[in-house]
């Protein structure tokens, strides 16, 4: 709950600070009124954005056991492109899961947390020659 002074005098009108102070010490609470607030916000920033590069991602690996050009790569290999192979492309991206990695409480701002984030993408390549 929070209360607020509706004062509805003109500038003229008004009293001073103190005056109105003392008036409320007195007992005089007929300006006075509480009101309930309800603020249904969630107030979030986000410092940092960094862009993923080829060293962040890492080599693709098979989500399957699969065959790429007659080799047969196992679940969790790295995908190495055909030596053939002169486009590839890439479809069906989605994030698959997001793993929190680290999540410490920000020591410069209180009630905020730096989170670092971990997302696993699935997507299928489709190499051309």
Same mark, same amino acid.
């Given at each position: 709950?929070? !209360?607020?002074?509706?004062?509805?005098?003109?500038?003229? =009108?008004?009293? !001073?600070?103190?005056?109105?102070? %003392?008036?409320? #010490?007195?007992?005089? !609470?007929? +300006?006075?009124? =509480?009101?309930? *607030?309800? %603020?249904?916000? /969630?107030?979030?920033?986000? +410092? $940092?954005?960094? #862009?993923?590069?080829? %060293?962040? *991602?890492?080599? %693709? +690996?098979?989500? =399957?056991? !699969? =065959? /790429?050009?007659?080799?047969?790569?196992?679940?969790?290999?790295?995908? &190495?492109?055909?030596?053939?192979?002169?486009? &590839?492309? *890439?479809? +069906?991206?989605? &994030?698959?899961?997001?793993? *929190? &990695?680290?999540?410490? $409480?920000?020591?410069?701002?209180?009630? @905020?947390?730096? /989170?670092?984030?971990? @997302? /696993?993408?699935? @997507?299928?390549?489709?190499?051309?020659?």
């Amino acid at each position: 709950m929070a !209360t607020f002074e509706l004062n509805s005098k003109s500038h003229n =009108e008004a009293h !001073t600070d103190a005056e109105a102070c %003392a008036e409320m #010490c007195a007992g005089d !609470t007929r +300006r006075l009124r =509480e009101e309930s *607030i309800i %603020a249904l916000k /969630i107030y979030d920033s986000c +410092r $940092q954005q960094d #862009c993923l590069n080829e %060293a962040d *991602i890492g080599p %693709a +690996r098979a989500a =399957e056991d !699969t =065959e /790429i050009d007659c080799e047969h790569i196992r679940e969790g290999e790295i995908i &190495v492109p055909p030596h053939n192979a002169a486009a &590839v492309n *890439i479809d +069906r991206l989605r &994030v698959k899961r997001v793993i *929190i &990695v680290d999540k410490d $409480q920000n020591p410069f701002k209180s009630g @905020y947390w730096d /989170i670092d984030l971990k @997302y /696993i993408f699935e @997507y299928k390549l489709t190499f051309y020659s």
